[in-house]
């Protein structure tokens, strides 16, 4: 039997590290953020009042096992006209339909899912139309996901302006995990939106799931200025409740002189740099996973899918069984 894994995320990085994931024999289930309000993503939310669809569409788009890659293709295309269509994607639009269609968005992407032969279960967070605030650290207050995310403005923390409802899969599927992956993304804007709720929450602390994070390559602005990995781990931690990351995986190698000139420049970004003496009871996975695609720095996704593979075919139960030994002593002990 295949074991489960749940990964938390949302936007690119996640579907990075899908579609990596979706050649190893196990089973997926991605739990996604639904706060994105910009761009054409921002508009479908605004005239039919359902919950994002552009990072849903990405995880769609990464777990599809369709033979026909233009279809892909097809449903990342964005118009460019002077009609209203202008900056909408097939996806989007297909999934807003699909919604509006089944009466839900989990039926409407359970539709799309047949369509596109899915490896894995796609799953948003919540069914409610939600609005990410952030308080920042000159004291005002920022609402709306991409107004946070072109602030360029050192965030305090993040919370939702209402509270959601919290997909009821989404807490079955960590419950009966055997790994939980919080995924490569924007920490603030991606990651923790997942971590806001408190039915998550005491899902991941009543579930035997160890959890594991797979760390950005790069800063953000405004986010994660001079965060070294630890530093990610400390932040999501604090999001956290009771049970903490024990794993991370992250990149060792250098960058190359001429990619980390061209992201400091031109967008404010630097390479996050692996400081393992920091990491305290944490399990550090370390390989090189920085490549280039399209003058982007980008993971390896299927070397970091690979690492994590092998982690829970090799690591995880002799780790279970070490806690369950030192469980069973310290209460004989009391």
Do not use: W
Not at 269 to 292: F, G, M, R, S, T
Request: hydrophobic share 40%; net charge negative.
């Amino acid at each position: 039997m295949n074991k489960k894994v749940v990964v938390l995320g949302g936007g690119t990085g996640m579907g990075s590290l899908l579609k990596g994931l979706k050649n190893f024999p196990v089973d997926i289930s991605a739990i996604v953020s639904v706060s994105d309000d910009g761009k054409s993503t921002g508009r479908l939310r605004e005239e039919f009042g359902i919950p994002a669809v552009g990072d849903v569409r990405k995880v769609l788009v990464a777990l599809s096992n369709t033979k026909e890659t233009l279809f892909e293709e097809l449903l990342d295309y964005r118009f460019a006209t002077s009609s209203g269509l202008n900056g909408h994607t097939i996806g989007n639009l297909l999934l807003t339909a699909a919604t509006n269609t089944c009466g839900n968005m989990s039926d409407g992407i359970e539709l799309l899912s047949k369509l596109l032969n899915l490896k894995g279960k796609v799953i948003p967070l919540t069914e409610d139309n939600v609005t990410l605030m952030a308080q920042m650290k000159d004291g005002s207050v920022i609402e709306g996901e991409h107004n946070i995310t072109e602030a360029n403005n050192k965030i305090e923390y993040v919370y939702y302006k209402e509270k959601p409802i919290v997909n009821e899969i989404a807490v079955q599927a960590i419950y009966d995990a055997d790994l939980v992956v919080l995924s490569m993304g924007s920490l603030y804007t991606s990651i923790i939106p997942n971590l806001l709720c408190s039915e998550i929450i005491t899902a991941l602390d009543k579930s035997v799931s160890p959890i594991l994070y797979a760390c950005n390559m790069m800063t953000q602005p405004g986010e994660t200025d001079d965060f070294k990995v630890s530093d990610h781990v400390n932040l999501l931690n604090k999001y956290l409740g009771e049970k903490k990351i024990s794993v991370v995986v992250a990149n060792n190698e250098v960058i190359d002189e001429i990619s980390r000139r061209k992201y400091e420049t031109t967008e404010q970004k630097d390479p996050v740099l692996l400081d393992q003496e920091n990491l305290y009871d944490v399990k550090v996975i370390a390989n090189n996973y920085y490549i280039v695609e399209n003058e982007l720095i980008r993971h390896n996704s299927l070397k970091v899918a690979s690492d994590i593979f092998t982690y829970m075919l090799f690591n995880m139960e002799h780790e279970q069984d070490n806690k369950t030994i030192k469980q069973y002593l310290y209460h004989r002990k009391k």
